[in-house]
């Protein structure tokens, strides 16, 4: 889905204590008299006592970050972590992607160059449709380790709410006529999932925070509509026009439900749908404070 071109670098440390010591002396004398053996001693004693040092190690409690690899994909993406217990953190995500065109993204472009330059049809589609959305996670992630703080591998349980909103336009096709149907969409999700990974802390202020393998469900809203004269398809069209677009109902059977409806104005479809997702391959460079 994008091109991407911004590198974004940032710094962390740990910082530690030392205490010193002194010590002082001390004097004794000794006198002895002439004939019965007599011993009188005294002796003094200064002592400045050794501070004690706790072995406890410091840690800091938050961290910003950036995602590398989602700018691949035309989404600009931030987060921000913050430690709760030795090692247990919670987290929250943004990420967004400007309106785009498809075969704009940088993922897209690469595969188009390596393997799709004879389907002129594939292209053409994907110059086309242009799509954006916004997402926000939160998560709580346990680590494992015997290091303090967020490092080590973890596990994540998070919630994701995403809106995309899509554009494409549409020829519908009857033995008599072409209609153009420019389709507006809207999708907004709601779902939860799990995710393992691991963080680094890679200098004294950066970390490198790599998403293993995680995935999400949840539901879609579905709303959808193209304004455009229809007003000379016959009741037959109709029913095959909106069968087009209800055909999600028989590919994901129980969890999708689509109504789409045809009027001389054109065409509305709302409903509901899975909202599937995988997260992985996300590489994130951070830095503490």
């Given amino acids: 889905m994008l091109s991407a071109r911004i590198i974004f670098f940032f710094v962390f440390l740990v910082s530690y204590k030392l205490a010193s010591a002194q010590t002082t002396e001390a004097a004794s004398s000794t006198v002895s008299g002439k004939g019965a053996a007599k011993l009188w001693s005294e002796t003094t004693v200064t002592h400045h006592a050794l501070p004690v040092v706790a072995s406890k190690e410091n840690f800091r409690k938050n961290i910003v970050k950036v995602n590398l690899s989602s700018l691949a994909l035309e989404n600009y993406s931030l987060g921000y972590e913050r430690s709760l217990t030795r090692k247990m953190t919670c987290a929250l995500g943004f990420n967004v992607m400007p309106e785009t065109t498809l075969s704009s993204i940088f993922l897209v472009e ?35 380790g015997r290091h303090s703080g967020a490092r080590g591998l973890y596990v994540s349980v998070y919630g994701r709410y995403a809106s995309m909103k899509a554009a494409y336009p549409y020829n519908y096709g009857t033995n008599d006529n072409t209609y153009l149907l420019p389709l507006q969409g809207a999708f907004k999700g709601l779902g939860g999932g799990v995710m393992i990974g691991a963080q680094w802390l890679i200098s004294k202020r950066m970390t490198f925070d790599w998403y293993m393998l995680g995935g999400h469900y949840g539901k879609t809203d579905i709303a959808m509509s193209a304004a455009a004269d229809l007003s000379s398809l016959s009741t037959t069209e109709r029913k095959d026009l909106e069968g087009i677009f209800e055909g999600i109902n028989d590919s994901f059977k129980g969890v999708a439900a689509v109504d789409a409806s045809v009027t001389d104005q054109g065409l509305n479809v709302t409903g509901k749908g899975p909202f599937a997702g995988i997260r992985s391959l996300g590489f994130n460079l951070g830095m503490t404070f």
Wanted: hydrophobic residues 45%.
């Fill in 110 to 144: 690469r595969a188009i160059d390596l393997y799709l330059q004879d389907y002129g049809f594939l292209i053409n589609e994907l110059n086309l449709a242009s799509i954006a959305n916004n997402s926000f996670n939160g998560e709580a992630r346990f680590y494992a």
